[in-house]
């Protein structure tokens, strides 16, 4: 797909100088710019009154419904930044891998890849497959004005767990084992899934996605070694693809205190930590690199000047780093009292930082 269009974080972009992008390149910023891994969702009443009785995939592939429930915690919270509404594995079930999200369970794949055939059998993701994320994204941008869209993709091993588990797993188990133990199946399913993720940053991005950030959530199951050799040069062909866009590029595991350097080295912009590895440790190991987080998504359910206490900590370590976007460790958890969430962006953003 052409890559000619102007960059949506360029120059020329509405979104170009808000503190989000900034704070992603490494410049100064006028507040440390924050937003919330899974801010749309079912810790909003008016996502789940939008949802009733909507499937999830249903949901994810109505353009309309995407750009309401994208904007609903923009609206509420202010965030600075708006992630698109959809899930890592839209773009398997975009080019007709039989799959669906259940309720309370997660993503769970009809006929699970085990073989080259499999495999073979996944057809390539083309712009014709998702002209609904297309038309999502561009009434986004429209609506988003000066704040930022950041796209998103599940990383090759993440996305590939579900595919050879079948289903959410905690130990990767059946993944691992095509890992080690059939290197060409591994190699092939890998460069498929992705070749897909990049495509799909490509869509996201020509249509008006001014940043983007790989999931690689379950990588943290992974030893330095094996993510190493088998996972990390196909995160790294994904980011270098999205690296051509010119947008900045953020990429987020869980549980990856000993990754965090591979994962920088991958090429991304911004490296986004979890909340078990502390900025203080994490900061060193992501070289010259941005970094997103990590406060516990639990600290929601603390009092609020404890919660509020926790995050100046997270803010005043993120200042050693070439630029920090605030977030959670990982995703809002279902249960959140919205009003916190809204006191917490409040006191990130109202802040004072001293010039460093
Ligand atoms: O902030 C937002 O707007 C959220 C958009 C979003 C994103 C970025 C959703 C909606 N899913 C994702 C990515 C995603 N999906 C990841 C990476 C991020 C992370 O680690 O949290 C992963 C691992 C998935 C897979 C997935 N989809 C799970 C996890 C299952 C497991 O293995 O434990 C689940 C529960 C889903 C379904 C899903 N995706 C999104 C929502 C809101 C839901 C819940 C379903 C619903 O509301 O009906």
Redesign the pocket.
């Known amino acids: 797909m052409s890559t000619a269009a102007a960059d949506p974080s360029g120059p020329t972009s509405p979104a170009h100088d808000s503190a989000f992008l900034r704070a992603a390149r490494g410049q100064d910023v006028p507040h440390t710019p924050v937003w919330?891994?899974?801010?749309?969702?079912?810790s909003l009443p008016e996502?789940l009154r939008v949802?009733e009785g909507v499937?999830?995939l249903d949901?994810?592939m109505d353009p309309e419904m995407v750009v309401e429930?994208?904007m609903q915690?923009v609206r509420r919270y202010g965030v600075d930044a708006a992630?698109?509404?959809?899930?890592?594995?839209l773009p398997l079930k975009a080019v007709g891998v039989d799959l669906d999200?259940v309720?309370?369970?997660?993503?769970v794949v009809a006929e699970p890849v085990r073989t080259l055939a499999d495999v073979e059998r996944i057809p390539e993701l083309t712009p014709e497959h998702v002209g609904f994320i297309t038309e999502a994204v561009r009434g986004l941008v429209g609506e988003l004005g000066s704040t930022p869209l950041i796209g998103?993709a599940?990383a090759p091993f993440?996305v590939a767990?579900?595919l050879v588990e079948g289903?959410?797993?905690k130990e990767h188990a059946k993944t691992k084992a095509m890992m080690f133990g059939a290197p060409e199946v591994w190699d092939a399913l890998m460069r498929k899934i992705g070749r897909m993720a990049a495509s799909y940053l490509e869509v996201q991005v020509a249509a008006g996605a001014s940043a983007v950030?790989l999931?690689d959530?379950?990588a943290g199951a992974l030893t330095p070694a094996d993510y190493a050799e088998h996972v990390a040069p196909h995160s790294t062909a994904v980011l270098e693809r999205a690296g051509a866009l010119g947008v900045p590029r953020i990429h987020?595991g869980?549980g990856t205190a000993n990754l965090l350097d591979l994962m920088g080295e991958a090429g991304a912009d911004v490296v986004g930590v979890d909340w078990r590895t502390p900025l203080e440790r994490a900061i060193p190991l992501v070289g010259d690199r941005a970094v997103q987080g990590n406060l516990d998504p639990t600290l929601v359910f603390a009092p609020t000047d404890v919660m509020t206490a926790r995050a100046a900590q997270v803010i005043e370590a993120g200042r050693a780093a070439r630029g920090h976007i605030f977030n959670l460790g990982?995703?809002?958890i279902p249960a959140t009292d919205p009003d916190q969430l809204a006191r917490l962006t409040e006191f990130v953003q109202g802040y004072p930082l001293e010039p460093r």
């Open positions: 919330f891994m899974r801010q749309a969702g079912r996502y949802r499937a999830m949901a994810c429930i994208t915690p992630i698109f509404f959809s899930d890592i594995v999200i309720p309370g369970v997660g993503p998103f599940g993440t767990s579900y289903g959410p797993s950030q999931f959530s379950w987020f869980v990982h995703g809002v």
